[in-house]
C-alpha cells in the first residue's frame, strides 16, 4: 500500500495523542510504522495500522519506550557530569599537592594553588553535583 501524507499524519498525530513526545522516537515510530504498511499487499490503511501497532507492541509499548529514551538520556547526563566531577577533581588534588609542596619548599605562590583549587571546586564541582542532583530529582518527579 501506498501512504499518502494524509496517512502519515493520521500517525504523527496518533502518536501524539497516546503520549509519545520525543520527536526522535516520534519520528522512528513513524518510519517503522510507515515501513510496515507499505510493505503489505492490502489496501485497507486501518486494517495495517492496526496490524502494525499490535506488531510493535501497541501505545502501551511505545510509551514504555519512551520512558527507556528518558532513562537513557539521563544516565549519558549524568555519565557526563560524573566525568567532569572526576576530572576537575583529579585538577583539585593535584594543585593542593602543587601547594604543599611549594609550601615545604618555602617557594613563591604556594597560596596561588590553593586559591585555584578553591576556585575549581567552587565554579565546577559544586555546580555540576548540584546540577546531577537537579536532573535526578526532575527524573524521579516525572
Known sequence: MELSEKHIAFIENSLALYGVENKDLKEDLVDHICTYIENQDADDFNML???ALQKFGGYTSFQNLQLETHHQKLAK????VNKLKFSAGFIVILL??????????QWP???????GAI???VLIILPAHF???????????S
Request: glycine share 0%.
Open 49 to 51: 495500522y492496526q496490524q
Open 77 to 80: 547526563q549524568i555519565i557526563t
Open 96 to 105: 593542593l599537592v602543587m601547594s604543599l609542596v611549594f609550601q615545604m619548599m
Open 109 to 115: 605562590y604556594a597560596n596561588a594553588w590553593i586559591l
Open 119 to 121: 576556585l575549581i571546586s
Open 131 to 141: 546540577y546531577a542532583n537537579y536532573k535526578k530529582s526532575i527524573h524521579n518527579y
